[in-house]
């Protein structure tokens, strides 16, 4: 997979559209069609987005917190079969351009054979472009165009809107099944007070991207990923309440072994929560509850079905 920032110009190609925050179950239908396009021509699957999100410069009050960064999306498109993922800088001028103007400018630097978009894709000044005229406009130009309806799972369509409910609600199974991969995220690890390690449960303190949504406040199962290995772990998302650290943190204890990863970038992948945050009484309790929380990790890993982290 090529990724590429503001081109000018590309070899001719089946284009997809949309921003695919998540790359969830709806994006990769997009992709699949995409790619039985592009086999019939023996073209390229080129993705055209923009970052930030059109709503950090339209509305910066309404702009969601993500659940991709933007290499992160790439790199599951990438997973999906995308050939070439093509970001385009979001500002002002791009979001006041006619919708007309924007589906020239995308056929200028693209030549698409086909486009495809989401039902849902809006495009041009105050969104006023969708599929409806992009198909009117695509079949003027002896352009193929398809609006690839939503894809639905418990009579609901899959969102990033409905993933991030989810996830705020530390339903991680649930929001897996959409995302048709477990939610994860990856940062350095830092140092943090080493409190963890005083209690008997040192702990790898992950940064978290800017923006990045986080799961509710909690307990959970986990795969950690370092380099080639994957750990598995306990970790708590929360303010630390009963000996809080000021800010909110995400702490893996691994299981069976204390590596030193100060430095190195790991990736959390969260796969079942365990239990919400709350206080403790005192230092005692605290390693009581822990303790029990770190029975029931190992007994999640000692029931779960094979899992395969993602590459």
Same mark, same amino acid.
């Given at each position: 997979?090529?990724?590429?920032?503001?081109?000018?110009?590309?070899?001719?190609?089946?284009?997809?559209?949309?921003?695919?925050?998540?790359?969830?179950?709806?994006?990769?239908?997009?992709?699949?069609?995409? +790619?039985?396009?592009?086999?019939? !021509?023996?073209?390229?699957?080129?993705?055209?987005?923009?970052?930030?999100?059109?709503?950090? /410069?339209?509305?910066?009050?309404?702009?969601?917190?993500?659940?991709?960064?933007?290499?992160?999306?790439?790199?599951?498109?990438?997973?999906?079969?995308?050939?070439?993922?093509?970001?385009?800088?979001?500002?002002?001028?791009?979001? !006041?351009?006619?919708?007309?103007?924007?589906?020239?400018?995308?056929? %200028?630097?693209?030549?698409?054979?086909?486009?495809?978009?989401?039902?849902?894709?809006?495009?041009?000044?105050?969104?006023?472009?969708?599929?409806?005229?992009?198909?009117?406009? %695509?079949?003027?130009?002896?352009?193929?165009?398809?609006? /690839?309806?939503?894809?639905?799972?418990?009579?609901?369509?899959?969102?990033?809107?409905?993933?991030?409910?989810?996830?705020?609600?530390? !339903?991680?199974?649930? %929001?897996?099944?959409?995302?048709?991969? %477990?939610?994860?995220?990856?940062?350095?690890?830092?140092?943090?007070?080493?409190?963890?390690?005083?209690?008997?449960?040192?702990?790898?303190?992950?940064? #978290?991207?800017?923006?990045?949504?986080?799961?509710?406040?909690?307990?959970?199962?986990?795969?950690?990923?370092?380099? !080639? +290995?994957?750990?598995?772990?306990? /970790?708590?998302?929360?303010?630390?309440?009963?000996?809080?650290?000021?800010? #909110?943190?995400?702490?893996?204890?691994?299981?069976?072994?204390?590596?030193?990863?100060?430095?190195?970038?790991?990736?959390?992948?969260?796969?079942?929560?365990?239990?919400?945050?709350?206080?403790?009484?005192?230092?005692?309790?605290? /390693?009581?509850?822990?303790?029990?929380? +770190?029975?029931?990790?190992?007994?999640?890993? +000692?029931?779960?079905?094979?899992?395969?982290?993602?590459?």
């Amino acid at each position: 997979m090529r990724l590429m920032h503001n081109p000018e110009r590309t070899e001719p190609c089946v284009l997809v559209l949309g921003m695919f925050d998540g790359v969830h179950r709806g994006h990769q239908a997009l992709f699949l069609r995409a +790619r039985e396009l592009a086999a019939r !021509d023996a073209l390229p699957v080129t993705v055209c987005t923009f970052e930030p999100h059109p709503l950090a /410069v339209i509305r910066p009050e309404l702009s969601p917190e993500r659940l991709t960064t933007p290499l992160e999306r790439a790199q599951w498109m990438g997973l999906c079969g995308v050939d070439r993922v093509c970001v385009h800088d979001f500002t002002r001028e791009v979001a !006041d351009r006619e919708p007309e103007a924007f589906l020239e400018r995308i056929r %200028a630097i693209y030549r698409p054979a086909a486009i495809i978009c989401g039902y849902n894709y809006t495009f041009g000044r105050r969104g006023a472009g969708n599929g409806d005229l992009l198909t009117a406009w %695509a079949k003027e130009k002896a352009i193929r165009a398809e609006v /690839v309806p939503a894809v639905e799972i418990g009579g609901e369509p899959v969102s990033s809107t409905r993933i991030r409910g989810l996830l705020s609600r530390g !339903d991680v199974g649930e %929001a897996a099944r959409l995302l048709g991969h %477990a939610y994860t995220l990856a940062g350095p690890v830092v140092h943090g007070k080493g409190l963890g390690h005083t209690l008997g449960f040192p702990t790898a303190n992950v940064g #978290v991207p800017a923006g990045k949504v986080l799961p509710a406040f909690g307990v959970y199962a986990c795969g950690l990923t370092v380099g !080639d +290995r994957t750990l598995r772990a306990m /970790v708590n998302v929360g303010r630390q309440p009963t000996l809080p650290s000021g800010g #909110v943190t995400v702490e893996a204890n691994i299981l069976g072994e204390n590596p030193d990863l100060y430095g190195q970038t790991v990736r959390v992948t969260f796969l079942r929560r365990l239990r919400g945050e709350r206080p403790f009484p005192d230092s005692d309790a605290l /390693v009581r509850q822990l303790t029990c929380d +770190r029975a029931q990790t190992e007994a999640f890993f +000692r029931g779960a079905e094979e899992w395969k982290m993602p590459e």
